[in-house]
């Protein structure tokens, strides 16, 4: 480190003065004040100097000068001085911050948006997505993206304006992607699951001023339009390689809108990178679902953290077997144009379309729920096909039982457990794996893999805190606390329900819900949802616990544990199972004992009931509705 030098010297300048002036003073104070036993002088001038030979009185200690009052000039040579207490920044200025402004030059928002034109420029030719026997290079996405963004713009959208969609997993969904925030709108993703009352509602609360709708999806966005408020301009989508049947009065054509635009249009960065990028509803099961508003930066920082927590390379090749509308495909449509990745679009998941595309296209990555996993690994036969090049399946939504994970592995997959929320753009953790962990003992193992680890690159904290107290709970693997996060990719916020932001982002954390547990290492593990804990007889009891057991049995597709009221100890496990095909002769009871093999009784499920399980989209156990049947079981 270099040395401040005076008068161009390269020495650092000695102490002796400062221990001369020490001295001095020291002197002084013993002597008491010199003006005392000196004969009295006339009074000086105002401005006159200080003689040369009048001892120095020792500053007062944290003395500071008064703003705007000038010091008195003297004519002794400098001396050092103790080290003045530092002014305030207000006063003094940061020499970091003057005349060092934030220029176009310097400074330009965050926003993912900015990666596809990089990539059309770098590698226009190269192939970004695969839809059936469709082929689109970057250059033609990227033009594709501008013209949809012209015609939007003609349109009237603008800053803050949303597009609504609902689309399956196809071009014309990457395309709004960028399309839609080129012009400074917001997009809104819709779950094509979604009844047409919940689909009204959103249009309404979004403030739609255009829908874009798939032939598939005709019928409800029909009855949508009919119930809701708002009057969007609606737009048809029609599936060339996968033709569907559906009417929608008075709909535009998606591809001539589209062409009409101009491939050439000059889209704008955003503002200001706290813009609104997108617009994603949360699933109501109590009320109506919240709208959670994410902004330019967090969708670009998850960019470059996908790449990292999902190990990916140059020019990967993704399979769309999660839902763009959910969470906006963790990001991943954005993602793939930094490392001029191909998207394969994958209209229905199925086992053997999935299958097909790894095989044929050499897919290198895919993510999604353990059902998606259910589906891959109980595939007939004829529906599989082998693959030797490496395929990484990232995996979130609930806790994956172990013993499906360690299957995944068997079956070639190698592994990234990840979670988060929509309020995190999706992935906000990720198990990040040691090598050495490949070398521990299957069980071992297995209970590495099903903890959902450490923060991704771009959260900057995360936590588990007592929820009444805000603090850490001991990092022992056993003790139960709430799991919060803090950070850039966290939402901004609720749309138009500042309560509920209030409350989210209580203490300067946002609150998940989701209860777990802090391990020695620093590795969080989920335990249940808060409402997911089952209270009998005085003792919390884990219904992810209880499940991950079931799953151990051959015979179990899918569990799900809930509590059911009990007169005598207020509540007991009552498990929901799907069984595999060829399992049928498998009882109730039959599942209790081999529980009881592995569990502590009172843990054990009192009553199974063997069903087909209700889910989401995206693979989640619509638990609210198995609790809702518990409660009418006797």
């Known amino acids: 480190m270099a040395t401040r030098t005076t008068s161009g010297s390269n020495k650092t300048p000695k102490k002796p003065a400062r221990s001369a002036r020490a001295k001095m003073l020291k002197k002084a104070k013993a002597k008491g004040p010199a003006k005392a036993k000196r004969p009295p002088k006339p009074p000086a001038p105002k401005k006159a100097k200080v003689p040369a030979k009048t001892p120095i009185a020792a500053p007062k200690p944290h003395s500071k000068p008064i703003p705007g009052r000038r010091r008195r000039s003297h004519s002794r040579p400098v001396l050092p001085q103790p080290r003045p207490v530092p002014r305030s920044k207000s006063l003094a200025g940061n020499p970091y911050d003057i005349d060092l402004l934030r220029t176009p030059a310097n400074y330009q928002p965050l926003t993912p948006i900015s990666f596809l034109a990089r990539a059309a420029l770098a590698y226009p030719e190269t192939t970004a997505i695969i839809h059936g026997s469709r082929r689109y290079s970057y250059a033609e996405f990227y033009a594709r993206s501008r013209r949809l963004a012209s015609v939007l713009a003609r349109e009237g959208i603008g800053r803050g304006d949303t597009v609504s969609v609902l689309l399956a997993n196809t071009p014309a969904m990457l395309e709004a992607h960028h399309g839609v925030p080129m012009t400074g709108g917001v997009l809104h993703a819709l779950n094509t699951r979604l009844d047409p009352s919940s689909v009204a509602f959103m249009l309404d609360h979004a403030g739609a001023k255009i829908f874009i709708v798939d032939r598939e999806f005709a019928d409800c966005a029909a009855k949508a339009l009919a119930l809701a408020h708002a009057k969007p301009l609606v737009i048809l989508y029609d599936d060339a390689e996968f033709p569907q049947a559906g009417a929608l009065a008075g709909a535009r054509d998606y591809e001539a809108f589209l062409m009409a635009g101009d491939p050439e249009f000059a889209w704008q960065m955003p503002p200001d990178e706290w813009d609104a990028i997108s617009l994603n509803y949360t699933s109501g099961t109590t009320g109506n679902p919240k709208g959670?508003?994410?902004?330019?930066?967090?969708?670009?920082?998850?960019?470059?953290?996908?790449?990292?927590?999902?190990?990916?390379?140059?020019?990967?090749?993704?399979?769309?077997?999660?839902?763009?509308?959910?969470?906006?495909?963790?990001?991943?449509?954005?993602?793939?144009?930094?490392?001029?990745?191909?998207?394969?679009?994958?209209?229905?998941?199925?086992?053997?379309?999935?299958?097909?595309?790894?095989?044929?296209?050499?897919?290198?990555?895919?993510?999604?729920?353990p059902t998606v996993m259910a589906a891959l690994l109980n595939a007939k036969p004829d529906e599989r096909r082998s693959f030797s090049h490496e395929v990484n399946f990232?995996?979130?939504?609930?806790?994956?039982?172990?013993?499906?994970?360690?299957?995944?592995?068997?079956?070639?997959?190698?592994?990234?457990?990840?979670?988060?929320?929509?309020?995190?753009?999706?992935?906000?953790?990720?198990?990040?794996?040691?090598?050495?962990?490949?070398?521990?003992?299957?069980?071992?193992?297995?209970?590495?893999?099903?903890?959902?680890?450490?923060?991704?690159?771009?959260?900057?904290?995360?936590?588990?805190?007592?929820?009444?107290?805000?603090?850490?709970?001991?990092?022992?693997?056993?003790?139960?606390?709430?799991?919060?996060?803090?950070?850039?990719?966290?939402?901004?916020?609720?749309?138009?329900?500042?309560?509920?932001?209030?409350?989210?982002?209580?203490?300067?954390?946002?609150?998940?819900?989701?209860?777990?547990?802090?391990?020695?290492?620093?590795?969080?593990?989920?335990?249940?949802?808060?409402?997911?804990?089952?209270?009998?007889?005085?003792?919390?009891?884990?219904?992810?616990?209880?499940?991950?057991?079931?799953?151990?049995?051959?015979?179990?597709?899918f569990a799900a544990v809930v509590a059911k009221p009990d007169a005598k100890w207020g509540e007991t496990p009552c498990a929901f199972v799907e069984k595999k095909p060829g399992h049928e002769d498998v009882a109730a009871a039959d599942l209790i004992a081999f529980c009881r093999e592995i569990l502590a009784h009172f843990k054990c499920p009192s009553r199974i009931v063997f069903c087909e399980l209700p889910k989401t989209t995206t693979g989640k156990i619509q638990k609210f509705r198995l609790r809702d049947q518990a409660k009418t079981l006797d």
């Open 292 to 369: 959670v508003v994410s902004h330019h930066r967090g969708a670009a920082l998850m960019g470059y953290a996908n790449i990292l927590a999902c190990r990916m390379r140059e020019r990967p090749v993704y399979l769309w077997t999660l839902p763009m509308f959910h969470c906006n495909g963790w990001c991943f449509p954005w993602t793939l144009a930094l490392l001029a990745g191909t998207h394969v679009c994958l209209r229905w998941v199925r086992a053997k379309d999935m299958y097909a595309a790894i095989a044929e296209h050499k897919v290198t990555h895919l993510c999604g729920a």
């Open 394 to 557: 990232v995996h979130a939504a609930a806790p994956p039982p172990e013993a499906m994970l360690l299957q995944m592995l068997d079956a070639g997959f190698k592994l990234t457990h990840v979670y988060g929320l929509t309020e995190t753009y999706g992935p906000a953790t990720v198990n990040a794996w040691h090598p050495e962990w490949d070398a521990l003992p299957r069980e071992e193992e297995g209970k590495k893999r099903i903890r959902q680890g450490v923060p991704y690159a771009a959260l900057e904290q995360l936590a588990v805190l007592d929820p009444n107290t805000l603090e850490p709970v001991p990092a022992d693997g056993v003790t139960l606390g709430e799991v919060m996060f803090r950070g850039n990719i966290v939402m901004k916020g609720y749309l138009k329900n500042p309560k509920a932001t209030r409350e989210a982002m209580e203490g300067g954390w946002f609150h998940s819900g989701d209860l777990g547990v802090m391990h020695e290492d620093g590795y969080i593990q989920l335990k249940d949802r808060s409402k997911d804990i089952i209270i009998s007889g005085g003792e919390n009891i884990s219904s992810i616990e209880v499940e991950n057991a079931l799953y151990r049995h051959p015979c179990v597709l």
